[in-house]
C-alpha cells in the first residue's frame, strides 16, 4: 500500500498547490495531474482529520477548489461518536458543508438496561451546511435495532420509525424537525401528520414534551398530565405539567431544579382553582401546595440544609396524586463539623394532615441549638463526650417549653488481650425548663407559667467478646453481650410535657442503649441489665451474609408509666430478635420480631420475604403488632396485621406482568389497595397499562378503580413506565 502525506507533499515538492486542511491520506494508488491541483485516491482510501476519519473506495481532491469527492463504501467516523455511510458525498475538505446521496447517520446511544445501541437517521438525499444544519430527503429515524431476516435475506422493518418527505435536523438550535411524517409500526404507517419535532439525538437536555399520562379516577374521570420540559442552562431546568380532566377544573404543577457550585435547590408548586363539597361548600377555593428542598456546602465543613413543604388543606395532595404524606415537615438547619465536634441550629414546623389531629396543637421549635463535643475514640484512655441542647417548642394550642438540657459522658473503654471488650461509663443529665400551659400529672395541677430543674447521674457498664472462625468457606463471628444500666427515679421525668406522643414497643434495636426512650428528657428509670448474643456468618462461596441477634432485659423493678404490653413492663422483657439469612440462592428472608416472654407468642413483627429470580419474582412483606392496652385493660391502639404482597412475572421476552396488594388480615380480609400492570419495554419503545383500586378515607377521592396508560419513544418522547 502506498502512503501519502498531502500536507508534506505540498510543502516539500508543490509550491503551486494551496492546501488548508491538515489530511493524512493513504490509498492503494494515487493518480494526480500535472499541476499537482487534482488528486485522484483509489482502493482502501482512508483520510485522518483532528475532526474524522473518512473511509472509501474513491476518493477525489481538488486542491483549488478544496472540494472532496468520494464514492463507493463511504463510512465516516467523527469525533463526536456519530458514523455516517453514504455512497456519495460532495463537500469541502473539512466535510462542513457537502451533498450526501443514499446517506445513514448513527447516533450512539446508552441505556441502562439495553445497553449499547445507535439511533439511526436514513435519507436518499442529505445537504450538509456549515457543520450545523442538515436537511434531508425521503428520510426514516428510528431508535430500534434493525434485525436481519435470514429467511427474505433483508432486514425487517424496525417496530417503531418516523418516516417523512423532508427532514431538518438544526444543530445550532439542537431540533430535528419532520414535514409530511408518517408513524410506521412494523413498516405499516399508522399515524400521519404535517409537521414533528423533538430534540437532536445530540444533546440530552432540550426543551419539548414529555410522553403524556392518561388516567381515569373517581374524582378526576378520564384525564390526562402533559408533562413540558424546558432547560434554562446547564445547571437548571423546569417541569411544566398541566392536568387536563373531564370532571374537574385544570391543574398545573412545577418542578424546577437549579445546580449552584456548593449546592441545589428543588422547588415543587402545583394549583387549580375548585369547588370544594367536602364538610362544607366552598366555590371557587384556591388550592394548591409548595414543596422545596436546598442544600449548600459553604466551607470549612460547614452546611445548609432546608425544606419547606405546605398545602391547602389535608386532601388535596392525596387527592390530586401529588406526594401525599401525613406529616409535611418544613425546616432550616446550619451545620457543622469540626473534627470530632459536631454544631447545629435548626428550625421545625409541621403541618399534620391526619383528620384526627388538630394542627393548633402541633408544636412548633423555633430555635434548636445542639452542640456535640467529643474527644477521640480509643481503648485504655478515658473518652469524653458533652452533648447540649437548647430548644424552644411552642403551640398555638397546648403546653408549650423552652429548655436547656446537657449530657456529659465519661467512659474508660478496655480491650483485654483475647479481644474482650469492657466499657466502664459514667453519666451525668441535667435540664432546666420554662413550662408554660401544662397540665401537670404529678402534682394535679395546671401550670400556666414555671421554671424547673431536673438532674439525675447513672452509670454503665459493657462486656463483649467476639469469637470468630476462619475457613476456606467463609468466615463467622458469635459475639455474646452484656450491659448493666443503673438507674434514677429523676430520669424518668414526668413534671414536664411529652411532645414524643409515641407508643413504645421494645425491640431489637432498643437493647444496649442507656435510653432507650424518644428525646433527652426523659429516660427509662429502672437499673436494669440488657443480654444477647449476635451471630454473623459470610460465605465467600454464595456471597451471601446470614445475622442472627436475639436479647432480652431483666429489669430490677417493673415499669410504671408505660402501657402494660409495652414488652418492658414486667421484670424479665419480652425476648427480641433479628434474622436476616438466604436458606436458597432464590430466596431472603429478613425480620424483626418479639416474642411474649410468657407464652413465647408473637408480640410485633417487621418481615420481609423474597423468593424468585429477576425474571419470575414473589415478594411478602408483614406488619404485626398486638393491642396496645392501658392501665384499666383497655384498648387503646388495634391490632394490626398487615400485609404487602408483590408478584412479578416475565412473560416473553420485553414483556413484564406485575400485581401487587396491600391489605390488613384480622377476623376477615380488609383490602387497601390492588392492582395489576402489564409492560412492554425494549431499546426504542416502551408501553404499560396499570389498573389499581384503591380504598382510601379521603373523602373527595372514596374507594375507586383508576386507569393509567403510559408510553414511551426513546429519545423523542421519554416516560417513566
Known amino acids: 500500500m502506498v502512503r501519502l502525506f498531502i500536507l508534506l507533499i505540498i510543502i516539500i515538492y508543490y509550491d503551486n498547490i494551496l492546501s488548508q486542511d491538515n489530511l493524512e491520506i493513504n490509498a492503494d494508488q494515487f493518480t494526480y495531474d500535472k499541476d499537482n491541483t487534482r488528486i485522484f485516491a483509489t482502493g482502501n482510501v482512508e483520510i485522518i482529520d483532528s475532526q474524522f476519519k473518512l473511509y472509501a473506495d474513491k476518493v477525489f481532491l481538488n486542491n483549488s477548489s478544496k472540494v472532496l469527492s468520494a464514492q463507493e463504501n463511504i463510512k465516516i467516523f467523527n469525533s463526536d461518536g456519530t458514523i455516517l455511510t453514504a455512497n456519495k458525498i460532495v463537500a469541502d475538505q473539512s466535510l462542513s458543508n457537502a451533498i450526501m446521496n443514499d446517506n445513514y447517520i448513527y447516533y450512539p446511544s446508552e441505556d441502562l438496561k439495553f445497553g449499547k445501541n445507535y439511533l439511526r437517521l436514513a435519507a436518499k438525499k442529505v445537504e450538509r451546511r456549515n457543520t450545523d444544519w442538515e436537511k434531508m430527503d425521503y428520510g426514516i429515524f428510528t431508535a430500534c435495532n434493525i434485525c436481519f431476516n435470514e429467511e ?53 437536555r432540550k426543551a419539548g414534551f414529555l410522553a403524556p399520562k392518561i388516567f381515569q379516577t373517581h374524582f378526576f374521570g378520564f384525564g390526562s398530565d402533559i408533562p413540558y420540559y424546558y432547560p434554562f442552562g446547564d445547571y437548571s431546568d423546569i417541569t411544566i405539567m398541566p392536568k387536563f380532566t373531564s370532571k374537574k377544573n385544570p391543574s398545573l404543577f412545577l418542578e424546577h431544579r437549579k445546580n449552584f457550585k456548593n449546592g441545589n435547590i428543588i422547588t415543587e408548586l402545583s394549583g387549580t382553582v375548585e369547588n370544594q363539597t367536602v364538610h362544607q361548600l366552598k366555590k371557587n377555593k384556591q388550592r394548591g401546595h409548595i414543596k422545596t428542598s436546598g442544600f449548600f456546602n459553604l466551607g470549612n465543613d460547614t452546611f445548609l440544609d432546608f425544606n419547606i413543604h405546605r398545602t391547602t388543606d389535608r386532601n388535596y395532595l392525596n387527592t390530586y396524586k401529588y406526594g401525599y404524606k401525613d406529616v409535611l415537615e418544613s425546616n432550616f438547619k446550619i451545620q457543622k463539623h469540626i473534627r470530632n465536634n459536631f454544631y447545629s ?80 461509663n459514667g453519666h451525668f443529665s441535667a435540664g432546666g425548663y420554662h413550662i408554660e400551659k401544662y397540665d ?43 450491659l448493666f444500666v443503673s438507674g ?56 451471601k451474609d446470614t445475622l442472627v441477634e436475639i436479647g432480652q432485659s431483666y429489669n430490677f423493678e417493673r415499669q410504671r408509666y408505660l402501657n402494660k404490653n409495652s414488652g418492658i413492663n414486667e421484670n424479665f422483657s419480652d425476648i427480641v430478635a433479628r434474622l436476616e439469612f438466604n436458606p436458597h440462592s432464590l430466596i431472603n428472608i429478613n425480620t424483626f420480631f418479639s416474642l411474649n416472654k410468657k407464652n413465647y407468642s408473637l408480640r410485633n ?20 403488632s398486638s393491642p396496645v392496652v392501658n392501665d384499666d385493660g383497655e384498648t387503646t391502639i388495634e391490632k394490626k396485621n398487615q400485609f404487602s404482597v408483590s408478584f412479578n412475572q416475565k412473560i416473553i421476552e420485553n414483556w413484564n406482568f406485575t400485581a401487587s396488594s396491600t391489605f390488613d388480615k384480622k377476623n376477615k380480609i380488609k383490602f387497601h389497595n390492588l392492582g395489576a400492570k402489564i409492560k412492554y419495554e425494549d431499546e426504542c419503545l416502551g408501553l404499560s397499562f396499570s389498573w389499581q383500586r384503591t380504598y382510601t378515607h379521603n373523602p373527595e377521592d372514596p374507594t375507586s378503580n383508576s386507569f393509567m396508560f403510559l408510553f414511551s419513544f426513546k429519545e423523542i418522547m421519554e416516560n417513566d413506565l
Open 152 to 204: 427474505t435475506k433483508k432486514n425487517d422493518p424496525p417496530l417503531i420509525q418516523f418516516k417523512a418527505k423532508e427532514i431538518i435536523h438544526d444543530k445550532k438550535k439542537k431540533m430535528v424537525k419532520y414535514y409530511d411524517v408518517f408513524l410506521d409500526v412494523k413498516g405499516n404507517s399508522i399515524l400521519y401528520l404535517p409537521y414533528f419535532s423533538h430534540a437532536s439525538p445530540t444533546v440530552k
Open 345 to 424: 441550629l435548626e428550625s421545625y414546623a409541621f403541618q399534620d394532615l391526619r383528620k384526627s389531629v388538630n394542627q393548633r396543637e402541633v408544636p412548633k421549635i423555633f430555635p434548636r441549638i445542639i452542640i456535640d463535643l467529643n474527644s477521640e475514640k480509643k481503648f485504655n484512655r478515658f473518652n469524653f463526650s458533652t452533648n447540649l441542647e437548647l430548644s424552644n417548642i411552642l403551640k398555638p394550642e397546648g403546653s408549650e417549653m423552652k429548655k436547656i438540657f446537657i449530657n456529659q459522658d465519661v467512659s474508660f473503654p478496655f480491650l483485654l488481650k483475647d479481644g474482650t471488650i469492657l466499657k466502664l
Open 440 to 482: 401537670n400529672p404529678v402534682s394535679g395541677n395546671f401550670e400556666y407559667s414555671k421554671h424547673k430543674i431536673n438532674y439525675f447521674p447513672q452509670a454503665t457498664v459493657e462486656i463483649s467478646k467476639p469469637y470468630v472462625k476462619n475457613d476456606k468457606k467463609g468466615f463467622s463471628i458469635v459475639t455474646p453481650k452484656i
Open 488 to 543: 434514677n427515679k429523676n430520669a424518668f421525668y414526668r413534671k414536664i410535657p411529652d411532645y414524643t406522643e409515641l407508643n413504645f414497643d421494645f425491640d431489637i434495636s432498643d437493647l444496649f442503649h442507656r435510653n432507650r426512650f424518644s428525646g433527652n428528657d426523659r429516660f427509662d428509670s429502672n437499673s436494669r441489665i440488657d443480654y444477647g448474643i449476635s451471630f454473623f456468618k459470610n460465605s465467600f462461596l454464595s456471597k
Open 605 to 624: 413483627a417487621i418481615t420481609s420475604l423474597y423468593f424468585g429470580s429477576p425474571s419470575t419474582n414473589l415478594s411478602v412483606g408483614n406488619i404485626y
